[in-house]
């Protein structure tokens, strides 16, 4: 069955507000990747993580292997930062990267 | 950051016939990949490849497919024959290690029909 699970399935903010994006398994994970789709379709990488929290600018994400999740906070967000954000998660039997149904973002003015 | 390239970015064919996707990878990167996703669908594993082997394939990974990277050059993934369901945007990537950060390419859009 499906292993990870992302919310929201859209969100809408306005320039300068922020929230957070979340994706939880249903199996213990060893490491988790966040992408962003740009418009031209080209996943981006934002961050990887086999523990802990990592901050990068305006985005800052965790993973709670034990308690099954992972979370991408943005803040201050600006109209470059639209598009769709992916969570895939590494089980730790197996090698492969599972991932999230994405969740679609657009910042306005 | 490392660039991950698809050749061709669209690709359109009529079932039954061959084709092959050609991914070029981040130079020094060892383990590859290939994911496909339907249109509305979540993007899904098809198969890892390093050492010029397959490490691990899902059950989308049907007998018609392979893989193989001669001698450094582009990594490919090859449909034969293709099918009306083979039709999705497929997504090379590419990692230094086998638990490392995956770096995508742009995907190429295939259409079966």
């Known amino acids: 069955g499906d292993q990870v699970e992302q919310s929201p399935s859209a969100l809408s903010l306005h320039e300068g507000t922020g929230s957070a994006l979340r994706c939880n398994f249903t199996?213990?994970?060893?490491?988790v990747q966040w992408f962003r789709k740009n418009s031209r379709g080209s996943l981006i990488n934002l961050f990887y993580l086999a523990s802990g929290t990592k901050e990068n600018g305006r985005l800052k994400s965790a993973f709670d292997s034990k308690e099954r999740y992972s979370t991408l906070h943005i803040r201050d967000a600006q109209l470059e930062d639209s598009g769709t954000y992916f969570c895939a998660a590494e089980p730790n039997s197996g090698t492969y990267q599972r991932f999230g149904t994405g969740t679609k973002l657009q910042v306005v003015p | 950051g490392p660039k991950v390239l698809q050749i061709p970015s669209h690709q359109i064919i009529d079932m039954g016939q061959m084709v092959t996707l050609n991914c070029d990878p981040v130079?020094?990167?060892?383990?590859f990949y290939w994911y496909k996703q339907i249109l509305g669908q979540q993007m899904e594993f098809l198969v890892n490849f390093y050492n010029g082997k397959v490490m691990e394939k899902s059950k989308l990974f049907k007998d018609q497919f392979s893989v193989e990277r001669p001698d450094g050059s582009y990594f490919t993934l090859k449909i034969q024959p293709t099918a009306l369901e083979d039709s999705a945007v497929y997504f090379c990537?590419?990692?230094?290690?086998?638990?490392?950060?995956?770096?995508f390419g742009p995907g190429t859009r295939l259409l079966v029909l």
């Open positions: 990537a590419s990692s230094l290690e086998g638990r490392d950060t995956q770096y």
């Open positions: 130079s020094n990167h060892l383990y």
């Open positions: 199996t213990t994970m060893r490491a």
